[in-house]
């Protein structure tokens, strides 16, 4: 792994997911904390540089339209424990799941929008769960 995957691994870690973390908190009244598999990442700056973008962003606008109402911020309260991001590299790999308060996002980051799950399957896994 190069400097430049390091750099940006550290900036998500200390900065970007801490950030999202909160903003997750003012959504639902809930901090829920994401896991990485940081492992899959390796040598992938591309996927590295969208991984919040395809990933945190849209979850969070998943989040905002379930959370519309007190027994929306609940339902995700009282469901959802982790959030568990791992990087894939092809298409064909993607996994969305959301099961006994995790949910897991397998994108192929790199491959930019057509690697990601929308904020609308995102949402329709959670609502199915909750």
Not at 51 to 64: G, I, K, P, T, V
């Amino acid at each position: 792994m190069g400097l430049a995957e390091r750099r940006k691994m550290k900036e998500l870690q200390e900065n970007v997911l801490p950030g999202r973390v909160k903003e997750i908190a003012e959504i639902c009244g809930a901090e829920i904390p994401y896991e990485v598999d940081w492992d899959s990442f390796n040598d992938d700056l591309q996927a590295l540089n969208f991984m919040d973008n395809l990933s945190c962003h849209r979850l969070n606008m998943a989040l905002r339209v379930i959370c519309m109402d007190d027994m929306g911020k609940e339902a995700v309260r009282d469901s959802l424990k982790l959030i568990r991001l791992r990087n894939v590299k092809s298409q064909s790999d993607k996994k969305l799941s959301f099961s006994a308060g995790v949910l897991e996002m397998q994108c192929a980051y790199a491959l930019l929008t057509e690697g990601m799950h929308s904020d609308g399957e995102i949402r329709q896994v959670l609502m199915k769960g909750l």
